[in-house]
């Protein structure tokens, strides 16, 4: 689970600096960049509060979640116009479900914001293929309420589980078993759709899989999850293919980058591999802002509180 966070937030800390880097692709993955630190948005800081929940109590208890995505809230990350507004309403006393709900005319929200931060939940139910959508869905509800902005967390989360519990096995799927194994648990819908044309794209370009799968531009989780699914299927075993990949599609790239980070680390871990794995570089994670200081003290908390729990005796010596 801190592997996947690890990749989530330096994949979102890089996409967001990238464009400001004045920078190539191969001059990033040969280390030439800026010497400042690479600066985190809200898929971070979101992140943080789920596995702090679920470091902490093994679950996600959508009230709680709901109050502590409002507390952190920090407008400075770049949030999105419409969380800003949720998460203000939550803080200001309004029921999670009212404040979700009423978006975009009481539809709900379909946007990427559910999918970008729940990779390291799929990570931490590894071998609950059941649990991880279970716990996706609540994780998403408390912010999107729309059937494709819970979908889209759903199918990141599995991917993540998948992607966790294939490196327990020593296993690598291949693209298309990847893929596949996420479709067999989504409901039908545009997302699933769209995952399902990303399965007969993996000999495509980048370019032709971005077009017809969209790269994020539109800020929804069906013009975001397809892609990230169909990169991360691809460069499972290669994070900074990955999330290059995911640079060179352009788009919302900080959110593309989050999302395939936090699945492909979920199976590389973190680390330079003396077998076929590339984990995230070290240098970029050197780079990354430090995770927020209340995050570090919960991380420690959660540790001695649940040093019985067999998921976490996994998680604390490393094994999601």
Known sequence: MLDSLDGLSVGDALGAEFPIM?????????????????????????????VAELSGHGGIDQDRLAAAFARRFDPSRDYGFLAVDTLRRIRDGVHW??????????????????????APLGAFYADEPERVAAEAVRSAQVTHLHPEGVAGAVAVALAAGQAAHA???????????????VLDRLDDGETSRLIRRARTLL?????????????????????????????????????????????AADGDIDTTSAIVGGIVAAYTGTGP?????????????????????????????????????GRLRRWLSGAS
Request: with cysteine; charged share 20%.
């Open 167 to 181: 490196r327990l096995l020593g296993n690598r799927p291949t693209p298309r078993e990847f893929i596949t194994v």
């Open 97 to 118: 479900r009212e404040a979700a709900g009423a978006a975009y005319d009481r539809q709900g929200s379909c946007g990427n914001g559910a999918a970008m931060r729940v």
């Open 22 to 50: 004045r920078r190539s692709i191969p001059a990033l993955r040969a280390g030439d960049f800026p010497d400042r630190q690479w600066g985190w948005t809200d898929d971070t800081e979101m992140a943080c509060t789920v």
């Open 203 to 247: 000999e495509a370009s980048v370019e032709e899989a971005a077009s017809e799968l969209g790269n994020g531009s539109l800020v929804t989780a069906q013009n975001t999850v397809p892609f990230t699914l169909w990169v991360a299927a691809k460069h499972l075993d290669d994070y900074p293919t990955a999330i290059t990949t995911c640079i």
């Open 273 to 309: 591999d003396p077998g076929p794995l590339v984990g995230i570089p070290p240098t970029w994670l050197a780079a990354r802002e430090p995770l927020p200081g209340w995050f570090r003290t919960t991380r420690q908390s959660g540790r001695r509180k649940n040093s019985g729990s």
